[in-house]
């Protein structure tokens, strides 16, 4: 246990990091773990497209959960990286804004508990919008959230720390699958959804208290000179035409999402092919659960000593794995096996997510790179469900699953022969 908190003598490591680093370390990982403990109650490709359609049986609004969960978290991010560049601390903000963004939670579950009240327009218009301040929330925070976590744990223990806290996260959501399926059989709808968006907001409330207990220094930041009197848009233009190997990153990130399009219809193409309880999004939570915590123990720690560009290729390598096994395995254990392999991939996406663009650039320009990354990508994380919606009312899901093969065949070629690992190039 001591060797895994022994830090690589480094110059770069402001003393009060290494100083406070343990509690920094645990306080992060616990404020993960609650936060995906209340995730798991509002799960974007179980729980709440089965949630969608029980108001419609359109695929359009179905598939447009998860890619308000996407586009939210990837697209607002950029617009703080200049702030963020000249302030001295991160954790204020990522405070003022963590405490607004569990807010639409509790809302929800008021909506919920009181669906049956309104039309069904009404019902769905309302929904939407709180899940749409809820998902753009999480994406303001999120910059700020991920240079504080870049500040307080030194790059030799990031994957480490994603791995661990993303494994006990998703270990207290296997608990919250539990819940969530005794409370999808055993009460009635809509109070069960009311009770879990409920338990979902007491969670991240929880995850707020450790969020607080951080020790972030001060340390001084300014714009660079050469960037002050840049635009945004400039500088952005700047980065892509003299950063080649970042650029091929972003097409790799575009396509692979693009290529997900399929994510969010997956639970409830396997509830209305099988004719399958509704209680069985609770099941497809349970499987997404665990092949995340076997994914999130092996990609943490290669992540470390390896860098992520190569979980990337994997990750591509397995989600492709998973579609050809849910195209061409028609059977209900064949879907349950192609969810936890494409779940196992979704894992080594998003740990690697998390960090490589972390090492892309120098410090000072890092926060534009970790907002280019997420906002230049989001668009196409809100357009590809919506996509795939329109080929499932056209062609059926087999075709849209199909597709989504097609193109992740694309990504993967992108990420194996045209990205070079940042860490060992900057």
Known sequence: MRN????????????????????????????????????????????????????????????????????????????????????????PLVLKLGALERMPLLLLAIVALNILKFDKTTAIVLFLVFYIIKTFLSGLVALPWQELIATVIPVSHRGRFWGWSLILGKLMGLIGALITGFLLTSVTYPVNYAYMFGLGFIGVAISFGFEIFNIEPEIERSVSPKNKDISLWKRMVKIIGTDRNFLNFLINRGVIFLGSMGLGFITVYG?????????????????????????????????????????????????????????????????????????????????????????????????????????????????????????????????????????SIIAYGTIKFLVVEPRFLY
């Open 4 to 91: 895994i908190f022994s830090i690589p003598n480094s110059d770069d490591l402001h003393p009060e990091v290494v100083k406070h680093f343990k509690r920094n370390f645990f306080a992060n990982i616990l404020d993960s773990g609650f936060w995906f403990f209340g995730d798991s109650f509002v799960a974007a490709y179980t729980i709440m497209p089965v949630f969608m359609s029980t108001l419609t049986d359109s695929p359009l609004l179905i598939g447009l959960i998860p890619a308000l969960e996407g586009a939210g978290w990837f697209l607002p991010q950029l617009f703080l990286a200049k702030h963020l560049e000249g302030t001295n601390r991160r954790l």
């Open 271 to 407: 509830i209305q092919k099988y004719k399958l309880p509704l209680f069985h999004s609770a099941i497809f939570t349970f499987v997404m659960l665990v092949a995340e915590i076997i994914g999130y123990g092996i990609w943490g720690s290669y992540g470390d000593n390896h860098g992520y560009k190569k979980i990337l290729e994997f990750s591509n390598l397995f989600f492709i794995l998973g579609l050809i096994i849910l195209v061409f395995l028609n059977t209900v254990w064949g879907l349950y096996i192609a969810f936890g392999i494409i779940s196992f991939s979704h894992a080594g996406e998003f740990i690697s997510d998390q960090n490589i663009a972390m090492e892309f650039g120098t410090e000072n320009d890092r926060p534009t790179y970790i907002g280019m990354s997420k906002t230049l990508t989001g668009p196409f994380l809100l357009i590809a469900p919506i996509i795939g919606g329109a080929i499932v009312n056209l062609w059926g899901y087999q075709c849209m699953f199909l597709i989504s093969l097609v193109i």
